[in-house]
């Protein structure tokens, strides 16, 4: 058990890997089509890439969306209304009759007897209510067919038959003119007016019902090709019967071929292919990105963006297809090149787009739109800590969109009358939506403890309190931070290294002097040196030191692990020379261990940019008569020296660039060291 528990603590980083491999394998085949891929990829306009196609099976052609929603619309136009008839209002209505014309009627003021009266009433009301009455307004036309629902008996009536509410005045008047009652009209119309209500109206559910259930009628099919029948040939350009067929083919091969019977190996199938890309991503970082394998915690950073664009694609899709370039995929090289570099960030954009090619439609042109967006972002987006970039690189990744929607629009349809201009739409809210990597960035610093060029901006700010702090106590250390800051930027610029990170680290890489200041050549205001009443071992530790106790006040102020890792390697494993030395001189031998920095050497061109800035400007100041040969020879000697050491062997630097550095720093100290013409008094 005790060795099963040692030899899990030695390997604890690797089995976080396989778990994190492993999980965002499943993860991944989780959020995929449950459905198998149909082996031939083909695009409406684009020509016929394979052999020529004959149908493996019979199967039915599919009529398009289009053919089916012209259907669907003519059986919406041309459906028969229901309405509802309700018999018991004429009988209402006849009653309310009576007992209107019984209170109303008065023996000596009309000749008609109320008999009469009454009769007439109940003829005008059977006549009216004899198809029924309807007082809706409908834009149908007279001699439309409709069904007059009455109880549980459906008659069959054009809609002219139908009594309306506009017809009531005429027909009403018409009538009591047309038999001789002059002496009694006056009444009958006001009480007709009064009584009449409609007993007829639309039965919107059931005539609902009805289209309904006509439109799940229509035949999905329109026709039949039978096995061994030629499909397409090669070469042939895709388009129009050939393009619904090939949809159909697909479609009968996704219901035949794949079932729960061969469910299983559909999984195998997707797993081979998302752990190669997974695997893929954990070889480009070991052998190209050793200190992002060697970092769990960046590792997962990725893993989690790559699963975060997966999921969001995946339920945007569920939700509406149509919507899938909504999702701002670009935010994801934007990030990963804001934490890490342009090669990274481009490589894992690859990767995603790969998976993502499974669950989009018409992947190819999705695929070749992302790439392209994504290779913009890359090229782009410099100094995310200037606002203005970003909005300038979003505004170029959104036309980079809308060209090349536009393009495969064209390429697909041959015009550009029927272009959907609302897609472009799409395509302005995912520019939008990547402006949402600024916030994101912040989240994903305090999150994951990473650091972005708009927290080293923030940094870099010589008036933000640690720096303050160092001015305070140590001001030589602190005068010496600023010209290492410039000496190393203007060399990371020459060579296209990260020169804010540079600068950064810089400017804190001595911040452990502050413990102890005096002990340090620069910050003694006079001439008295504390060092030459100290054991040279006990100097070299004091100076060796300055090393970890910055380390330690840098964890304590929070900064992050990237500009920790310029104090951590700024002196490397090399010497402290004067008092290693010294020993020497006293002792006759002394032991280098006790002498040297505890290191790492630095491990990326950034760290040994500032490695060389620190060694030169600091042992520049004991030039005396400074001359361009000398500084020449001087950095030479120096930065030959620390390669001799093989200070840069992790630093992934070539000859040409530490060329290039010399060159700069000469060219920066014979500016610094330039003697002026001597004026006369």
């Not at 198998?36 to 020529?52: A, T």
């Not at 939700?319 to 342009?342: E, G």
């Not at 972005?452 to 931070?481: I, Q, R, W």
């Not at 020296?641 to 060219?667: P, S, Y």
Request: glycine share 4%.
């Amino acid at each position: 058990m005790k060795n099963l528990l040692s030899l899990f603590a030695k390997n604890q980083s690797l089995i976080y890997k396989v778990f994190l491999f492993i999980t965002a394998t499943l993860l991944v085949i989780y959020f995929l089509p449950k459905g198998g891929q149909f082996k031939y990829n083909f695009q409406k306009g684009k020509p016929w890439q394979y052999e020529n196609l004959y149908a493996p099976f019979s199967f039915t052609i599919k009529k398009s969306e289009d053919t089916l929603k012209k259907e669907r619309q003519l059986i919406r136009e041309n459906a028969i209304p229901y309405f509802e008839y309700y018999s018991e209002v004429e009988a209402e209505v006849l009653q309310n009759f009576k007992s209107e014309l019984q209170s109303k009627y008065v023996d000596s003021l009309y000749q008609t007897p109320k008999s009469e009266l009454e009769q007439l009433g109940s003829q005008l009301i059977s006549e009216i209510y004899k198809i029924g009455f309807t007082n809706q307004i409908h834009t149908y036309e007279n001699n439309r067919l409709i069904y007059l629902k009455n109880g549980n008996e459906i008659t069959e009536y054009t809609y002219g038959k139908l009594f309306k509410e506009e017809e009531l005045n005429k027909k009403v008047r018409e009538f009591v003119q047309k038999h001789d009652t002059n002496d009694a009209q006056a009444l009958l119309y006001s009480i007709f007016k009064k009584i009449f209500k409609p007993n007829t109206e639309l039965n919107t559910k059931l005539t609902e019902a009805s289209i309904d259930a006509q439109i799940k009628g229509i035949n999905p099919n329109r026709g039949i090709i039978e096995k061994g029948g030629r499909i397409i040939a090669k070469g042939e350009v895709v388009e129009g019967d050939k393009f619904q067929i090939l949809n159909s083919l697909k479609a009968e091969f996704d219901s035949q071929i794949w079932s729960k019977n061969n469910y299983l190996w559909l999984l195998v199938g997707y797993s081979m292919l998302v752990s190669l890309v997974f695997l893929m991503l954990f070889l480009f970082l070991k052998n190209y990105r050793p200190y992002i394998y060697n970092n769990n915690t960046k590792v997962t950073f990725i893993f989690f963006n790559i699963f975060l664009m997966v999921f969001l694609t995946t339920l945007v899709v569920k939700v509406h297809a149509d919507y899938v370039y909504v999702v701002p995929i670009c935010i994801l090289p934007l990030i990963l090149k804001a934490f890490f570099d342009p090669r990274v960030g481009l490589f894992v954009h690859v990767l995603t787009i790969l998976l993502l090619g499974f669950i989009v439609p018409n992947s190819f042109e999705y695929m070749f739109l992302q790439f392209i967006a994504g290779i913009v972002t890359i090229l782009t987006v410099s100094e995310l800590y200037k606002r203005a970039n970003l909005f300038i690189s979003v505004g170029q990744i959104t036309l980079i969109y809308i060209i090349g929607y536009f393009a495969f629009f064209v390429i697909q349809e041959g015009n550009v009358q029927s272009i959907e201009w609302q897609n472009f739409q799409y395509f302005i809210l995912c520019g939008l939506a990547t402006l949402f990597a600024h916030p994101l960035i912040y989240f994903y610093e305090k999150i994951f403890g990473l650091v972005s060029d708009v927290s080293l901006l923030e940094l870099s700010d010589t008036n933000s309190k640690l720096l303050k702090e160092l001015s305070n106590k140590a001001p030589g250390t602190f005068h010496h931070s600023l010209n290492v800051a410039n000496l190393a930027e203007a060399a990371a610029n020459e060579i296209g290294a990260n020169s804010m990170l540079v600068r950064v680290g810089a400017l804190y890489h001595d911040i452990g002097k502050m413990q102890n200041p005096t002990m340090f050549t620069e910050n003694q205001a006079n001439s008295i040196n504390s060092h030459n009443e100290l054991d040279p071992k006990e100097s070299a530790q004091i100076i060796i030191n300055h090393v970890i106790k910055g380390i330690e006040i840098a964890r304590k102020n929070n900064l992050p692990d990237r500009v920790i890792d310029f104090i951590r390697t700024h002196h490397g494993t090399s010497l402290v020379y004067y008092f290693y030395n010294k020993e020497k001189e006293l002792q006759g031998e002394a032991n280098k261990e006790d002498f040297a920095y505890p290191g790492p050497i630095p491990f990326s061109k950034e760290t040994a940019i500032l490695m060389m800035a620190d060694s030169v400007e600091a042992a520049s100041k004991s030039l005396k008569e400074p001359s361009s040969t000398i500084i020449n020879e001087f950095v030479e000697r120096i930065i030959n020296n620390q390669m001799a050491q093989g200070q840069f062997l992790n630093a992934n630097i070539t000859f040409k660039e530490i060329e290039t550095i010399k060159k700069i720093l000469k060219k920066k100290l014979n500016n610094i060291y330039h003697l002026r013409v001597e004026y006369p008094e």
